[in-house]
């Protein structure tokens, strides 16, 4: 017999939420015994591959504002004819609109809600209302790292930690490097990516005050940037003004993953007025691909991933450290490769979509 599993997520858009839901799919669609049927709160859906797996979706889009009391109705409808064995959200809006479905059906509600490591509502405030709702009547709290429930101060028996896992067949598709190279534009000996939303959270001023600094020890360094969002525009003119050289803006990018493969160093900086990662999809993605990593999420979930100096550097977010760290990479060839290896090997134990995938499905049967 199928077990039936109604999923809500509020949006779709590029986001490591947002992929790690639909990794999740991906592996459960491939497994038998599982009807699956997801529901998305807004029209915006970036991860467009979606639609070929053999899954319901439903647009089920708010019309007046972001807390449209009408989709409680309308959630509770969809739930009664699906009539699911368990409903999973993914996000504190989802929860909140699936909770008199979980009521009124009598059905575990297990909760995605912590996919970062810093809180950044107020105690008197809406969002922690609704967040404090979402945790009291969930069945199971998810993180996807230990960081992210440390920062929400969350330590009960329906808590648990699920990792992020990638597909490894992602990864080892041979790529023509200087193909590649000549086609964006890099005519450096060495790359280093940054691959992230242009938001407030990723620190993309930083990424041209390090290009900068490396362009003084070095001209054999090109900055690659993959993605787009509302800084996107910012960043392109402060590099015109500046006079900026050594960086390329690649705007949103769907297979990823090559871009990676030609560059020698990933990085990921991160804004912590704003924003520290739980656990960053783009590091997952870079150490599969056997790059070290350079990261300055020294509060997020970063250092679960990286070991420090075996696989990576998870170091502060300093212009002079994080230059010389760069420098000392683009010239120790042995090093990339040991940083590059040992990462490579952390993915392939602890970061699959298989070792992921089983536990959510370990969280299912357990519930039911």
């Not at 949006?11 to 699956?36: D, M, Q, V």
């Not at 591959?49 to 889009?61: A, F, G, P």
């Not at 996807?144 to 598709?173: C, H, M, P, W």
């Amino acid at each position: 017999m199928s077990k039936k599993i109604l999923f809500v997520i509020e949006t779709l858009r590029s986001g490591g939420r947002e992929r790690r839901f639909i990794e999740l799919l991906h592996y459960l669609n491939e497994k038998p015994g599982y009807k699956i049927q997801v529901v998305v709160l807004t029209d915006e859906i970036h991860y467009d591959y979606i639609y070929n797996l053999n899954i319901e979706i439903i647009v089920l889009t708010r019309k007046w504002t972001k807390k449209d009391p009408f989709l409680f109705s309308r959630f509770l409808k969809i739930a009664k004819e699906f009539t699911p064995d368990i409903i999973h959200s993914w996000g504190i809006m989802a929860t909140i609109y699936a909770i008199p479905a979980k009521l009124v059906l009598k059905r575990p509600l297990i909760a995605n809600l912590i996919s970062n490591a810093q809180m950044r509502f107020k105690y008197w405030s809406i969002t922690n209302l609704f967040f404090r709702l979402s945790y009291y009547f969930s069945d199971e709290i998810l993180s996807n790292s230990k960081a992210g429930l440390r920062a929400y101060g969350i330590n009960t028996s329906k808590s648990q930690v699920i990792y992020n896992g990638v597909r490894l067949d992602r990864f080892i598709e041979e790529y023509d490097v200087l193909k590649i190279r000549n086609e964006i534009g890099i005519k450096t000996r060495f790359a280093v990516i940054m691959v992230a939303s242009f938001l407030p959270g990723k620190d993309y001023d930083f990424f041209l005050d390090v290009a900068k600094k490396v362009n003084t020890l070095t001209s054999e360094v090109t900055f690659i940037a993959i993605g787009d969002g509302v800084s996107f525009n910012n960043i392109k003119q402060r590099i015109t003004a500046e006079a900026i050289t050594n960086i390329l803006l690649l705007g949103q990018q769907k297979n990823v993953e090559k871009f990676v493969a030609v560059c020698d160093i990933g990085v990921l900086f991160t804004n912590t007025k704003y924003h520290s990662e739980g656990i960053s999809n783009s590091i997952l993605e870079y150490m599969a691909l056997g790059k070290p990593v350079i990261t300055t999420d020294i509060l997020g979930g970063s250092n679960e991933i990286i070991e420090n100096g075996k696989s990576g550097f998870v170091i502060n977010k300093d212009i002079d450290n994080v230059s010389y760290k760069i420098d000392r990479l683009i010239n120790n060839e042995e090093l990339r490769r040991s940083l590059g290896t040992n990462g490579k090997k952390i993915i392939e134990s602890r970061f699959t979509i298989e070792k992921m995938g089983k536990t959510f499905e370990r969280i299912f049967h357990q519930l039911q």
